[in-house]
Every structure is written in structure tokens, then in C-alpha cells.
């Protein structure tokens, strides 16, 4: 909230929609100067398992790489906490294509989230993870636990006949030992016989 005054003029030197962009604030990472000014912001918004780069803007683009380094390496950080798989943009910035991101194929334009599909057609893409090989790996990992889940109530099963032949057997020992017991008083004349 402190930036937000520099931001929004940032955004308005920029010609971008300040009104709709203060709604998405929090989305925001910011570069100072070192004297605490707002050089460079870029937006940073999450869907699932994507993220996308928008509205970057400088006050004086002669530091705008040396900003956007700075923001690679948050960009990064964040992506990596959130577990995105992979960034997208329409910056055209050379900066971007340099770090790996590539104009994104057919293919790749149906991965992108639907609230972004109306944004235009000009993508940068870059996979920061294996979709494919995490999505492998999910389905192996919920077939482990299925398997262990039914392993355990197996095994649960198999407790509950345990424990119930265990009861039987305890009970009919008891009744045997009451029977030994009543006998052996009869037997000795503890109790008097009619």
C-alpha cells in the first residue's frame, strides 16, 4: 500500500488501465532506487498452475534490464512457492526471450488458462517444470495411496478378526475355567452336594 501512489503513476506514464490495476495491487512486484523510488513494477497474476507476467513498466528505462534481472529472480521464487509450472507473457521485451521464454505454439495456447485466452494472441512461454512428468508422477503417487489405503484396511480387517477370535477363545477359556473351578469346589466338598 505504501507504493501505491508511485504505482499508480507509473501506470499512468505507461498508459496502462490504472483503476483496473489497483484492483490487483497485491499482484505487483516493485524495484527502488536508493533513494526508496519506485523505478520499475512488474504484475505477477496466478492461476493454478500457471503465472503471467503483465503491465511492466519503468520511470527510466536505462535500468529496466537491471530491473527486470532483479524480477527474474523474484518471479522465480514466487513461481517456485506456488508451484507453477509455467510463466507466460506478452512482453516483447528481448530481455525475456534471452532467459529462455519462446513464442508460445498451438499446442501450448491450450494450456493457457481460460481468463487469459481474451488478452490477444502474441505469447511468450516458458516451462519451469515437466507438466507431463509431474502429472506421471501425481498419478503413480495417488495409485501408491490408493494401494496403501487398501493395504491398511486389509490389514485393519484382518486386526478386527484377530481381535474377535481373540475374544471368543478368551470367553470360552473363562467359561472352562469357571466350569474347572466349580467342579473342583464340588469335588472337595467346598460346597455341600444334595
Do not use: C
Not at 524495484?31 to 523510488?37: I, N
Not at 512488474?42 to 530491473?67: C, W
Not at 528481448?94 to 485466452?117: D, H, I, M, N, Y
Amino acid at each position: 500500500m505504501d507504493d501505491f501512489l508511485s504505482l499508480k503513476s507509473l501506470w499512468n506514464s505507461m498508459h496502462f488501465p490504472a483503476g483496473e490495476l489497483e484492483k490487483r495491487l497485491t499482484e505487483f512486484q516493485v524495484v527502488e532506487a536508493a533513494d526508496g523510488q519506485i523505478v520499475g513494477a512488474i504484475g505477477v497474476q496466478i492461476i493454478r498452475q500457471h503465472a503471467l507476467l503483465h503491465s511492466e513498466g519503468y520511470t527510466d528505462f536505462a535500468v529496466a534490464d537491471a530491473a527486470r534481472q532483479l524480477f527474474w529472480e523474484r518471479i522465480q521464487t514466487i513461481s517456485a512457492h506456488h508451484g507453477v509450472f509455467r510463466l507466460w507473457t506478452q512482453e516483447n521485451s528481448p530481455f525475456w526471450v534471452r532467459w529462455g521464454f519462446q513464442p508460445a505454439t498451438v499446442e501450448l495456447l491450450e494450456r493457457l488458462p481460460a481468463e487469459w485466452k481474451h488478452s490477444g494472441d502474441k505469447w511468450l512461454t516458458i516451462q519451469l517444470k515437466n507438466e507431463e512428468a509431474i502429472a506421471a508422477l501425481d498419478k503413480e503417487l495417488e495409485a501408491f495411496r490408493e494401494s496403501e489405503k487398501k493395504r491398511t484396511a486389509e490389514t485393519l480387517d484382518q486386526a478386527r478378526t484377530m481381535t474377535a477370535t481373540i475374544t471368543v477363545i478368551a470367553f470360552i477359556l473363562g467359561i472352562v475355567l469357571i466350569g474347572v473351578a466349580i467342579y473342583l469346589f464340588v469335588r472337595r466338598g467346598f460346597l455341600p452336594m444334595r
